[in-house]
T-cell receptor
C-alpha cells in the first residue's frame, strides 16, 4: 500500500514550451502532496506543498507563476513548468502524505527527469 | 530552524564490511528522523524512521539507526555490506506532530555509498 506514481518518467521539451508532470497516489487519498527538485548529485529541495482544494504554498525563491501546481483531487497533483528553459532541466520528485489522518510520513514517487533543449 | 548534516558525501566499503553513514541534526522540537535510499534515476525509498520510543530502530535490508539525543545524531549502520547496497542515502528530519510546517522534510545533502567486491 501507499504507492505514488509519476507521469511521465522522463520528458524532453524545447525551450519556451510548457510541460505538465502528474503525481498520483494510487491506493490512498492524500490531502497533502509535496514537490521537490533534485539537481545532479545534490539533495532534494522542497519547491512547494500542495493541499487538495487550495492554493499551493511555495518555498522561498520558487517562482509560482513558472511552476504551476494544481491539486484538484485527493489522488492527483500536477506540476506544470511553464515556458521552460534549459536551467529548468532537473529531476522532479513528488511525495504524498498519508494515508492515515494526521500521518507525518511521506511516500515518494519515482521521479520525472525533465530535459529542456 | 531544522537542519541536517551528513558527514561524507561519498563512503566506500568492501563487500561484507560494516557500513556507517553519519547524520547529525538540529531541531528546536523533538524531531522525527528518517533515512531514505535512492537508486539512480529513481525516487526515494524509506529505510527506517524514528518518531518516539525505542531509540534503536531497525529498517529494511538489514539497516538500523540509533537516535542519540545527547549527540543530536542518527547514524545509519549495517553490519555487512552487499553489492546491492550501493546507492545514495539521505537523512531527513521533520517536526512531526509539532509541524506547523505541515511536517515538511528537511534533507541532508546525501551520502553516496560504493561497495567494492
Amino acid at each position: 500500500g501507499a504507492v505514488v506514481s509519476q507521469h511521465p518518467s522522463w520528458v524532453i521539451c524545447k525551450s519556451g514550451t510548457s510541460v505538465k508532470i502528474e503525481c498520483r497516489s494510487l491506493d490512498f487519498q492524500a490531502t497533502t502532496m509535496f514537490w521537490y527538485r533534485q539537481f545532479p548529485k545534490q539533495s532534494l529541495m522542497l519547491m512547494a506543498t500542495s493541499n487538495e482544494g487550495s492554493k499551493a504554498t511555495y518555498e522561498q525563491g520558487v517562482e509560482k507563476d513558472k511552476f504551476l501546481i494544481n491539486h484538484a483531487s485527493l489522488t492527483l497533483s500536477t506540476l506544470t513548468v511553464t515556458s521552460a528553459h534549459p536551467e529548468d532541466s532537473s529531476f522532479y520528485i513528488c511525495s504524498a502524505r498519508g494515508p492515515l489522518a494526521g500521518s507525518y510520513e511521506q511516500y515518494f514517487g519515482p521521479g520525472t527527469r525533465l530535459t529542456v533543449t | 530552524a531544522q537542519s541536517v548534516t551528513q558527514l561524507g558525501s561519498h563512503v566506500s566499503v568492501s563487500e561484507g564490511a560494516l557500513v556507517l553513514l553519519r547524520c547529525n541534526y538540529s531541531s528546536s522540537v523533538p524531531p522525527y528522523l528518517f533515512w531514505y535510499v535512492q537508486y539512480p534515476n529513481q525516487g526515494l525509498q524509506l529505510l527506517l524512521k524514528y518518531t518516539t520510543g525505542a531509540t534503536l530502530v531497525k529498517g529494511i535490508n538489514g539497516f538500523e539507526a540509533e537516535f542519540k539525543k545527547s549527540e543530536t545524531s542518527f547514524h545509519l549502520t549495517k553490519p555487512s555490506a552487499h553489492m546491492s547496497d550501493a546507492a545514495e542515502y539521505f537523512c531527513a528530519v521533520s517536526e512531526g506532530s509539532y509541524g506547523g510546517s505541515q511536517g515538511n522534510l528537511i534533507f541532508g545533502k546525501g551520502t553516496k555509498l560504493s561497495v567494492k567486491p
